[in-house]
């Protein structure tokens, strides 16, 4: 998983709460991701930042809010407004950002059930 | 619509035989085609990337094709491992658009004893 650590690696919630996954790299790279998989289907891009204090939404950031104070981490709050939370989210990173060559490398994951 | 499409969508085989994985893919311009294997429960990891001027990639025991022309590529494993059951995702990227990056659905490979 080369250097990105991501925690817990399940996480149980009631309906209603907020909780966040976080994410840290000791890969000194720029942007980092988080996305979203569900059983049979692609992996879908929630947010990414290509430096800190700043992100942008992917394809589906209604419900997530994240935050990208240090380089290193990048905590992803899935708030009570996510309809359909329970879901494996990984969160990736690469060198820059920048360009289609530049390479992804993904966290372990975190389960998240909501009871 | 960009699009990139995996067959089958599981697949068993016996340890020590070969098997081709599928993917097609509408993504336009093109940029570069990878694919990462996944193990139950972990993240994905990179087996290959190939780039429009590349038809072919070996990564040990792993061969991609592609085929930029028919927007086909395929993944190859020889003398297949238990080690090898994994889901296994093509994972397309286009060169304008923002660099839009689309992951396909994954085949699901067994290997059996």
């Known amino acids: 998983d080369g250097g990105i650590t991501q925690s817990p690696k399940y996480l149980f919630r009631k309906e209603g709460q907020n909780v966040t996954l976080s994410c840290e790299q000791n890969?000194?790279?720029?942007?980092m991701y988080w996305y979203r998989q569900d059983p049979g289907q692609g992996l879908r891009l929630i947010y990414y930042s290509q430096i800190v204090n700043d992100f942008q939404k992917g394809d589906i950031a209604e419900g997530y809010s994240v935050s990208r104070e240090k380089k290193e981490s990048f905590p992803l709050t899935v708030t009570s407004a996510q309809k359909n939370p329970t879901a494996f989210y990984l969160c990736a990173s690469s060198p820059t950002g920048r360009g289609p060559l530049d390479t992804q490398y993904f966290g372990p994951g975190t389960r998240l059930t909501v009871l | 619509k960009n699009q990139v499409e995996q067959s089958p969508q599981s697949l068993i085989i016996l340890e020590g035989k070969n098997c081709t994985l599928q993917c097609n893919y509408t993504v336009s311009p093109f940029s570069n085609l990878r694919w990462y294997k996944q193990d139950t429960g972990r993240g994905p990891v990179s087996l290959t990337i190939m780039t429009f001027s590349e038809n072919t990639k070996s990564n040990g025991r792993y061969t991609a094709t592609l085929d930029a022309d028919t927007k086909q590529s395929s993944l190859h494993i020889t003398a297949s491992q238990l080690s090898d059951s994994a889901s296994y995702i093509c994972v397309v990227s286009g060169s304008t658009g923002g660099f839009k990056t689309i992951f396909g659905a994954g085949t699901r490979l067994f290997v059996k004893a």
């Open positions: 890969l000194n790279h720029d942007a």
